[in-house]
């Protein structure tokens, strides 16, 4: 299993940033273009809950499409969540997503993501060679985008 942290702070209530994040919808705006992901799940306009599953499909525009079927398995709002992989790339993919108010209009984000690449021994090369570097990548995204997003309007 590997882990990896990513943390940010935003300048706006919790209870924006809350209400952003726990919108499946929202996922396809935090993630590259150039991943082609695509939330697939029919009425996930709503807001999350304990047990939704919510179907992804990504891949870049030339590649093959991989579908992800993602779990919500803990929610307590609006301080955090944890979604859990179903099915897709991955052996095992467990993801919290924290929130904690820093005051009035400040936020931190946390991102802890314990994850394991199928294969094995070839798994875990291709970890240390690019998985590891697509999820930074992803995750540095993910950074830049809401450091200029408002979330006042989301």
Do not use: C
């Not at 919808?25 to 009425?43: D, M």
């Not at 579908?67 to 993801?95: C, M, N, R």
């Not at 919290?96 to 394991?116: A, C, K, M, N």
């Amino acid at each position: 299993m590997y882990y990896s942290e990513h943390r940010q702070i935003v300048d706006y209530p919790i209870e924006d940033v809350w209400d952003f994040f726990s919108k499946p919808q929202n996922l396809s705006r935090l993630s590259p273009k150039e991943a082609g992901v695509k939330v697939i799940s029919p009425a996930i306009e709503q807001s999350m809950y304990p047990g939704i599953v919510v179907h992804l499909r990504m891949g870049p525009g030339w590649a093959p499409k991989i579908d992800w079927y993602s779990k919500i398995t803990e929610i307590q709002a609006p301080d955090y969540f944890v979604d859990e992989q179903l099915s897709g790339p991955f052996v095992a993919w467990h993801h919290e997503h924290r929130f904690v108010s820093l005051g009035p209009d400040r936020t931190e984000i946390i991102d802890r993501l314990h994850y394991q690449p199928p294969l094995g021994l070839l798994g875990a090369l291709a970890n240390w060679l690019f998985v590891r570097g697509q999820v930074r990548r992803i995750f540095k995204y993910r950074q830049e985008v809401t450091k200029t997003f408002d979330f006042s309007r989301a």
